[in-house]
Every structure is written in C-alpha cells, then in structure tokens.
C-alpha cells in the first residue's frame, strides 16, 4: 500500500470529535459555504415547506429501500437498491438543509436543521407523498413502484433545474443524473419480470394494480407550488412525460395500464397537506425511535 | 499569508488528496477539486460531490484540512459547491489511465443534457465498455450499481475476468 492509499484508510479510520457517521453524529451541513439566501420576492415560509415536500419524498422512500436490505434475492439487486437509498438520501439531506435555512429566513427562530427536521417532527408534520411511505410486499411492488416514483421525479427534478432558486436548481440538476439510473433499473426490471413468464408476469401487473391508486397523488396541484411561481414545479404538468415513459416500458414490458381507480384524499388532504396511511406511523416509529430515545447520543 | 507561489504549493498538496474510495486518483484526477485560493490571507478549498449521498466527501474535507494544515497552510476554509453538478467528464485523462491500470474502465463521454425529457437508456444503444483487463469490446453489464454509487458492474467474455465500470453521468 502506498503512503498516500495509508493516509486516505487511515483518515476513514480516523477517530476525532468531528469525524462519524450516523445520527448526531457530528456530520457536517451538507449546505456549507453555499449561498442560501432567499431570491428575491420569493416567500420564505412557502420555499421552506416546499423543500421539506420534497425532501420529505427522498427520506422515507430512502427509508423505505433500506428497510430491503438483507432481503434481496441477489446481492447485485441489493447492492442497486443500497446505492439508491444512499442517492435519495443525500437529496433528502441537501433538500432538509434547504427548508432549515428558508425557516430561519423566514423567523421568527433559528430554523431546524437536518437531523430535527428528520427525527423531531411527528407524523402530520411530514409532507411526502402517499406512494413514497408505501411497503413493498414483493419484488414486483418493489420495482414498480421504483418506476412511477423515479419517472415522476426525473420530470419533476429535470424541470427543477431551471428554478429561480439557484440553490434548489443545482440540488435537482444532480438529482436529475442520478434518477435518470434509478428509473432505468427499474424500467429493465419490470420490462424483465412482465415480458417473462406468465407468473412473473402475472405477478408484475398484480403489483401495478395495488400501487397505482396512489400515483394520483403525485400530479395534484398544492398551494404551496402555487405561492412560489418560477421557483416550484406544478405537478400538474408532468403527468404528460411520466405517461409517456409508463406507457414506452409497459409496451416493451407487454403489460396493460393499471386500471385501478386512484386512491382518494382524506378530507381533502392527503400526504402534502400531512396526512397519512397507517403504515406511515410504523416507518416514523422506527426512523426516529433511536434519536428520540437518545437525543444526544454519539458514537 | 498565502499568496502567489505559496497558493501554487497549497494547490500542489490538495490537488494530491487521494480519493478514499479510489485512492489510486486524486481529488484532482477526479474533477472534484474545483478550487484553491486566497482570501484574507487564507487559503480556501472548494470541492464539489460527485453524487448527492457520496459519504466519500466529508473524509476528502477532512484530509484536504489535515494536509494542507500539516504542510504549513492552516486554518483551510472546506467549501462545497453544488453548481454546476459534476460530470465523470471532468476526470482527466492521467486520471482515466490510472483508473485502467487498477482495473476500473474509465467512462465513455456522459450524455450531454439536452433540453425535454430524459430519454430512457433502454430504448437507446449503449456503447459497448472495453475490459480494462485485456482491451475486449466483449463485454457484459452484471448490474448497473456496484460498491460505490459511481460505478456499475461488467464481465468480459473475452478474458472472463469482472471489472468495475466508473459509470458516465
């Protein structure tokens, strides 16, 4: 091993007061020395609970994938998926950082950062989509719900590139790269389960059945995108391209739309407006059960 | 005070910083680094990830201080910047002969961001990776993720062996 190969394992190694890697763990904000000032004309208080949507998505599905590990029929698949995980949730950490600084401009406080906005806000307080909280019950359900989630925010993401927000611009155009491998893993996958044997393809299209009432959810048009012109995405406008890509894999996947009717809002509101499946309440328990019980733990 | 020469030689020991993950290149081999210079007589480091959840970045924060301190140039200001994203087109070419020699294929030119939609790879060609072992076009893709979030895995049919491919983004 070379000097420099000992100096990078050693300073992985490395033990010191700012050097670890889990929650409170002194990790480093992932926004630092970047210029997060609010554009001008743009409303703070909106800007951060757009952010935290958004972020919000990426931490629980991240939450979600990781709860495959150990379980995946090869370790390439799991090895996929651990990559996936570890992409969402660096945008979930750029994305939280975000709304932080948005709520601290917006004041009163300080803002939250990361790991508050994370683990102290209960259930009603997140703001993901009902698809992005849902457990796979199978590889099917895994993958398909991996193909509308990642369609969906490539267009949204591929969009959000050109947002008057420099700082949410370049988080999405990063993201952009990374979704455009994630919707393909999965396109290739559903291609393959659908386009296999009759079981697997009876499987794949059961699977789109049960996932697609909740893929309503994610072109609803939000008073928050609304109150941010230029800086938010509406969702609205990227029902045509994720049809587009459903459509070109369900082809080539010899599978028929899902015909099953979307899943209806609760009162009017749904994960955007904070509220939940049941199941939602179970990831939070486990996602947050360490930092609550311990809220100054290190190791 | 750091000015003049002695920003070239603080530039020289952080373009040196190995890549924890692939300590065969440099920070700079790598297109990470994207900046050295001075500000109030400080020298200021400014590097960029390569993708959103690369863990790799606070360790290469944590050796760029390190040396640069060891070499006489502390305190150093760590600076990520997210704009513009990075592009495995920013490895060099020392960097991508490097990567060969230790067996990892360098990545073909990445897709160039056009405006519209992001076209599906499945409905395109993808060009075919040589073996970095033995120089064989004949290869396979075995997954398209592999150890770290930057590279997939391929197989050659020619020499048989299984090589890493730093994927193109």
């Known amino acids: 091993m070379s000097e420099d190969e000992f100096a990078a394992y050693q300073s992985l190694a490395q033990e010191s007061e700012d050097h670890r890697w889990a929650f409170g763990t002194g990790f480093t904000d992932p926004l630092e020395g970047i210029d997060t000032s609010v554009p001008a004309g743009a409303d703070p208080a909106a800007l951060a609970a757009y952010c935290l949507m958004l972020g919000d998505d990426a931490l629980i599905y991240s939450h979600r994938l990781q709860q495959w590990m150990t379980r995946m029929p090869e370790l390439e698949e799991e090895t996929a998926l651990a990559n996936i995980a570890l992409d969402l949730l660096g945008q979930a950490r750029m994305l939280l950082a975000r709304a932080g600084r948005a709520e601290a401009a917006a004041g009163p406080g300080p803002g939250r950062d990361e790991d508050r906005l994370a683990f102290f806000r209960d259930e009603h307080e997140f703001r993901n989509v009902r698809l992005a909280e849902r457990a796979d019950a199978d590889f099917a359900e895994l993958v398909g719900r991996l193909l509308i989630f990642s369609a969906w925010r490539l267009a949204l993401l591929s969009r959000l590139a050109g947002s008057a927000d420099p700082v949410l611009a370049a988080i999405a155009a990063k993201g952009v790269k990374e979704l455009t491998y994630h919707r393909d893993y999965a396109a290739q996958w559903v291609i393959r389960l659908g386009d296999g044997t009759a079981l697997s393809r009876g499987k794949m299209q059961a699977a789109l059945e049960i996932i697609w009432p909740l893929a309503g959810d994610l072109f609803r048009t939000d008073p928050v995108t609304a109150a941010l012109p230029g800086i938010a995405v509406d969702p609205a406008e990227l029902r045509g391209e994720v049809d587009e890509v459903l459509h070109a894999v369900l082809a080539e996947a010899t599978l028929e739309r899902p015909r099953s009717a979307p899943m209806a809002p609760v009162s009017g509101r749904t994960g955007r407006d904070g509220v939940h499946t049941e199941a939602f309440g179970y990831l939070l328990a486990e996602l947050q059960s360490l930092p609550r019980a311990h809220p100054d733990a290190t190791w | ?139 396979t893709q075995t997954a398209a993720f592999s150890a770290t979030a930057c590279k997939a895995l391929y197989r050659c049919e020619s020499c048989r062996e299984p090589f890493e491919y730093l994927k193109d983004i």
């Open chain 2, 1 to 139: 005070m750091v000015t003049g020469t002695g920003l070239v030689a603080a530039r020289e020991v952080a373009a040196a910083v190995p890549d924890p993950e692939l300590p065969m290149v440099t920070v700079a081999d790598l297109g990470i680094l994207r900046d050295v210079s001075e500000e109030s007589g400080q020298v200021v480091v400014t590097i960029t990830p390569t993708y959103s959840g690369c863990p790799a970045l606070r360790e290469i924060a944590q050796d760029l201080r390190h040396r640069l301190t060891a070499a006489g140039f502390g305190p150093v200001t760590v600076r990520t910047s997210l704009s513009p994203a990075w592009t495995s087109d920013w490895i060099s070419p020392a960097g991508a002969a490097k990567l060969r020699a230790a067996g990892i294929a360098p990545p073909h030119a990445a897709r160039a961001p056009r405006p519209g939609p992001v076209p599906l790879t499945l409905l395109t060609s993808r060009p075919a990776v040589p073996c970095p072992v033995c120089g064989s076009s004949d290869t």
